[in-house]
């Protein structure tokens, strides 16, 4: 019989809450439509309140509910953990999670790339031995613990992801997840909005490094202009600074870089040694966070040789640089879907990759792009900003949302598609217009929903996009 990750008397001790005898926890879930035999369903409070939806989850077959309250509709002798407060429960048994595991266990944060660096990760380290790592980009308040509490007991390596939004928000998790070393992919102006300038972005990043032990490694961006103030902050916490980038001093460095439509090839240098990386989608960033994935799994103590094998079998996945090939009356057109984030830098890359594509007989290189959120007073700026990387890459363009009203009217008109304040007034044009050898880039913001243009171009089923606390932190 195979072990369950939660026992009843570890759920009492871990969460000081109650529940009956005899329950045998196998997965842990927030979503009661995906809830399954096994589950421990979580009633969190966001946008709706998870209590609402323990009927239904036990009705789906969850083992046990998590709650701070009597759920309605529920029997009086329902299988319930009872807690204080459900998300202090959650986090709570994260942390046992990570107490009792013995896996090596890296944290990842940075304003873009942190997904990508932390699947590359999952992808390389899942070759060497079991791996545990977030889905999608739970790296909040409650992703993080979400993840921790899902963590398998026979897990040898965990990847965690930590972002945020607001000032203060990293080192609690990053003292959670206790990670043996972190990484910061990139310090950007995401969320400046919020945080007020790069120098408090930096700083915050940096808090990453309160959930390490003095003489730990942790993987930093040798090409960021806030490399002084990341460099700074591990001084004083005694780390152990390992560097990656372009720049002459990087322990991890990118030599070179050469680009195909659906591939490329990095020329690195990993500690001295010269190293060629087949990467089997396109993009210079890519690369990029293949160093820094490959000084993190290094600093964990994977093999080297073994790793990059695996690396080069890498492929972004839906909503990060995914490629679809689009079905269409009298040939097809190919849709790269980057929808579920857009910061400026990541927009860059986005928009790199479109330009490098070769359309078909009669196709065109289409960027449709939705507001990049949380900017504050930078936002108008950093929009209008982007039109150089728009005219290089892009042959018509579609523009979704008031802050990329700024940039749309200031294209050319013969490359000005449409402009809609909203994506599903937008999404129907981007269809109509698409025809065989077409490449289009759907990019922007996860507020700006452009995953509703992907739908419409894939033609998938209705249904609702994830729900707000679903979203990234970056």
């Known amino acids: 019989m195979t072990t369950p990750l939660w026992t009843s008397a570890e759920l009492r001790a871990a969460t000081g809450g109650t529940c009956p005898d005899g329950l045998a926890i196998t997965a842990v879930g927030i979503d009661s439509r995906a809830t399954g035999p096994g589950e421990l369903f979580v009633a969190l409070r966001d946008a709706r309140d998870g209590h609402d939806f323990v009927a239904d989850a036990l009705a789906r077959g969850a083992s046990a509910a998590l709650v701070d309250r009597d759920p309605p509709g529920v029997a009086a002798d329902a299988p319930l953990l009872r807690v204080a407060e459900t998300l202090d429960g959650l986090q709570a048994l994260g942390a046992a999670s990570r107490a009792r595991s013995t ?34 980009s739970y790296n909040n308040h409650w992703g993080l613990p979400l993840t921790l509490a899902r963590m398998p007991r026979d ?20 003292r959670l997840a206790s990670p043996h070393v972190a990484a910061i992919t990139t310090v950007e102006a995401a ?20 959930g390490l032990a003095a003489g730990s490694p942790v993987v930093l961006p040798r090409d960021s202009a806030s490399f002084p103030t990341l460099a700074r902050r591990a001084a004083e916490a005694g780390l152990d ?17 050469r680009g195909a439509p659906e591939s490329g090839a990095a020329f690195l240098s990993v500690r001295g040694e010269r190293v060629t990386l087949a990467l089997a989608a396109p993009g210079r960033h890519l690369a990029v966070n293949a ?33 679809v090939v689009l079905d269409l009356p009298g040939g097809s057109a190919l849709l790269i879907d980057d929808s579920y984030n857009g910061q400026p830098p990541a927009m860059r890359a986005g928009l790199g990759v479109l330009g490098a594509q070769r359309p078909g007989p009669g196709g065109r290189r289409i960027a449709v792009l939705g507001d990049m959120r949380e900017l504050g007073e930078h936002g108008p700026a950093l929009h209008a900003s982007l039109l150089p990387d728009v005219l290089a890459a892009a042959d018509m363009v579609f523009c979704c949302g ?4 700024g940039l749309f009217d200031a294209l050319p008109e013969n490359r000005r598609a ?40 894939t033609s998938a089923l209705p249904g609702p996009l994830p729900a ?3 979203g990234a932190h970056s």
């Open 103 to 136: 896996a090596r266990i890296a944290a990842i944060t940075g304003s873009v790339g942190k997904t990508t660096t932390k699947e590359m990760l999952r992808h390389g380290l899942s070759a060497l031995a079991p791996t545990h790592a977030a889905v999608a």
């Open 418 to 457: 449409a402009h809609r304040d909203s994506s599903d007034e937008l999404a129907p044009l981007v269809r109509q217009a698409v025809r065989p050898g077409d490449v289009i880039l759907v990019k922007g913001s996860l507020g700006s929903r452009m995953a509703v243009v992907v739908r419409a171009l």
């Open 241 to 257: 600074v390992i560097t990656f980038g372009a720049d002459a001093d990087a322990d991890y460095r990118l030599l070179d870089y």
């Open 291 to 323: 160093l820094c994935a490959i000084a993190v799994a290094e600093s964990l103590g994977a093999d080297r040789a073994a790793f990059l094998a695996a690396l080069e079998e890498f492929r972004p996945g839906a909503g990060r640089g995914g490629r």
């Open 155 to 174: 897990a040898a390596y965990g990847v965690l992801e930590i972002g945020m939004n607001h000032r203060g928000e990293i080192a609690p998790l990053a």
């Open 402 to 405: 008031a802050l990329m009203r």
């Open 468 to 470: 707000a606390r679903e």
């Open 191 to 210: 969320h400046i909005g919020h945080l007020g300038s790069l120098e408090e972005i930096a700083e915050e990043k940096a808090d990453i490094m309160q």
